[in-house]
């Protein structure tokens, strides 16, 4: 059934709390934790502003391990957003408990902090395609994930047993809704930010211009480089 273009489409941003040694891990042998930490300040604010910024609905912040971090309450009383703990045991659950309270109000678009080329337009278009009637929207990523999944309401089907952090999320997402019966649209391929070439990559784009602030170093030094290239570490 076609929505009608009032309808509100909300955008919940799922964050880490920039905590030394819980923040970007696997940048942290390329940043060094303090590095690492103050890049996810800089990426959930960047997130943030785009969300708020795109004007399609609601934003609210699912806050991990908790909402008790001094950068959520200041953004919460900044911008009079909804915090929200992220429930659930593992990244498919937590992502299910809020398309379960949330789409019972309306349509939402759930995304993370990693992604620095996703622009309000995108979420903008991502909004209407579910106003228009499909029921979910996607926005893969290069290395076989999703950057953003909007639903017009919780099918537990498309969370359950997924193989989270690999290359096959967005293969089996895709699957799991076909069986469904889903309508569904990707209006776009985008890339996030899980490795060092990842971090290069969106340095030399510019895509970090709203770190400097910060003075978050464009490279590790060439030994460290080294040796975090010869550990070779993967996505969990």
Not at 77 to 89: D, F, R, S, T, W
Not at 128 to 138: A, Q
Not at 148 to 176: S, Y
Request: aromatic fraction near 8%.
């Amino acid at each position: 059934m076609r929505r009608t273009m009032s309808n509100r489409v909300g955008i919940a941003v799922f964050a880490k709390a920039p905590i030394e040694g819980l923040a970007k891990t696997r940048l942290i042998p390329y940043l060094g934790a303090s590095g690492a930490a103050d890049l996810q300040r800089a990426m959930i604010e960047d997130t943030l502003a785009k969300a708020l910024t795109s004007n399609v609905g609601p934003v609210s912040l699912w806050c991990a391990p908790d909402c008790r971090h001094e950068l959520f309450a200041a953004l919460a009383a900044n911008y009079g957003i909804e915090l929200h703990p992220q429930a659930g045991a593992d990244l498919g659950s937590r992502m299910f408990n809020a398309f379960d309270i949330l789409t019972p109000r309306y349509p939402l678009i759930l995304i993370g902090t990693d992604c620095p080329v996703l622009t309000p337009l995108n979420l903008i278009q991502s909004a209407n395609l579910l106003r228009e009637g499909r029921d979910i929207v996607f926005l893969p990523t290069e290395d076989g994930g999703n950057a953003l999944i909007g639903a017009a309401k919780a099918w537990p089907e498309i969370f359950a047993d997924i193989r989270w952090g690999t290359d096959r999320v967005m293969a089996e997402t895709r699957l799991r809704a076909r069986a469904l019966g889903l309508l569904t649209a990707e209006p776009a391929i985008v890339w996030d930010i899980d490795t060092p070439a990842d971090y290069d990559r969106a340095a030399a784009s510019g895509l970090l211009d709203f770190t400097r602030a910060r003075r978050l170093p464009s490279f590790a030094p060439d030994a460290d480089r080294d040796k975090f290239h010869e550990v070779g570490h993967d996505k969990p």
